[in-house]
């Protein structure tokens, strides 16, 4: 099984800045596309951006230019760089991970998401 650990979250002003962490661990075998979805009060989770192994990056429309998701394969985690953040972006926080990993002999795919990290952006 692949476990994911996130971090980072916060209260922060609105222009400010935060960064987000998720690390996977267990016998992950590789890992393809990793990427963040957020959820507010009220509302359906939402893609904010994805990584595919490739490197290819897709944000929601509403983040592009202010966010950036980067990761380190050496790592296995993933990161998210939030700048001049606004009210709507507050929420949680959902990290999720696609990839394969070792079951016994087998190589299983697996798909994974965090416990979630509260961002509050406040006035």
């Known amino acids: 099984q692949v476990q994911l650990v996130e971090s980072g979250g916060g209260l922060v002003q609105a222009g400010g800045s935060l960064r987000l962490s998720c690390a996977a661990s267990?016998?992950?075998?590789?890992?393809?596309?990793m990427g963040w979805y957020r959820q507010a009060p009220g509302k359906q989770r939402e893609l904010v951006a994805t990584?595919?192994?490739?490197?290819?990056?897709n944000y929601v429309d509403s983040v592009k230019g202010r966010f950036t998701i980067s990761r380190d394969n050496a790592k296995n985690t993933v990161y998210l760089q939030m700048n001049s953040l606004k009210h709507e972006d507050a929420g949680v926080y959902y990290c999720?991970?696609?990839?394969?990993?070792?079951?016994?002999?087998?190589?299983?795919?697996?798909?994974?998401w965090g416990q979630g990290t509260q961002v509050t952006v406040s006035s």
């Open positions: 999720n991970v696609e990839g394969r990993y070792c079951s016994g002999r087998d190589i299983t795919r697996f798909e994974s």
């Open positions: 267990g016998s992950i075998f590789s890992i393809n596309a």
């Open positions: 990584l595919t192994s490739g490197g290819s990056a």
